[in-house]
T-cell receptor
Framework: GENVEQHPSTLSVQEGDSAVIKCTYS??????FPWYKQELGKRPQLIID?????GEKKDQRIAVTLNKTAKHFSLHITETQPEDSAVYFC??????????FGSGTRLQVQP | DGGITQSPKYLFRKEGQNVTLSCEQN?????MYWYRQDPGQGLRLIYY???????QKGDIAEGYSVSREKKESFPLTVTSAQKNPTAFYLC?????????????FGSGTRLTVV
């Protein structure tokens, strides 16, 4: 089955800096790659996603890039703010079963 | 509560007991999912159901059971065969697959073995 690896497990940045979280997937049939944000004590929320026919997608301060050849995708957050502090999960979907999630990245934005 | 409700929020289980976690949605979603969340391990799939009266094992189904008798309900039973059940359990639902507007998650149930 699909396997998703996520790095780093923790990331600390200064407010205003950029943050990058990277994921790799194993199943070349995966065609949908969402990112979820989970604030402390809350449920995960979808923040951005990308499909395999697109190389990059942006939404204000966040962007996701996809390299199908290398089977990796990344989340980029620019101009980080304290409210960006959370655990971020990447995931992959082949069109069958369910989402396979990465192990999560705890992002801490220092004011 | 976002259209998908999990109860209870906290649950304590004694050794050898079976316990059932409730998940109810009023979104008319076809598919429902159960994930287990442990620190540093992300979300791991326990069971999923894409249609009423049908469900499939996920990656860590041993020691768990489910039913899907109604479209809106997908309860998870943690049996005594599950050796390490202490975790945070999340239920999710989607309309025609997670690539269609993503998962809607419940608020979770934290299960502790005492």
């Amino acid at each position: 089955g699909e396997n998703v690896e996520q790095h780093p497990s923790t990331l600390s940045v200064q407010e205003g800096d950029s943050a990058v979280i990277k994921c790799t997937y194993s199943d070349s049939a995966s065609n949908y790659f969402p990112w979820y944000k989970q604030e402390l004590g809350k449920r995960p929320q979808l923040i951005i996603d990308i499909r395999s026919n697109v190389g990059e997608k942006k939404d204000q301060r966040i962007a996701v890039t996809l390299n199908k050849t290398a089977k990796h995708f990344s989340l980029h957050i620019t101009e980080t703010q304290p409210e960006d502090s959370a655990v971020y999960f990447c995931a992959a979907y082949t069109g069958r079963r369910a989402l396979t999630f990465g192990s999560g990245t705890r992002l801490q934005v220092q004011p | 509560d976002g259209g998908i409700t999990q109860s209870p929020k906290y649950l304590f289980r004694k050794e050898g007991q079976n316990v059932t976690l409730s998940c109810e949605q009023n979104l008319n979603h076809d598919a429902m999912y159960w994930y287990r969340q442990d620190p540093g391990q992300g979300l791991r799939l326990i069971y999923y159901s894409q249609i009423v009266n049908d469900f499939q094992k996920g990656d860590i189904a041993e020691g768990y059971s489910v039913s899907r008798e109604k479209k809106e309900s997908f309860p998870l039973t943690v049996t005594s065969a599950q050796k390490n059940p202490t975790a945070f359990y999340l239920c999710a639902s989607t309309n025609r697959g997670p690539d269609n507007y993503g998962y809607t998650f419940g608020s979770g149930t934290r299960l502790t073995v005492v």
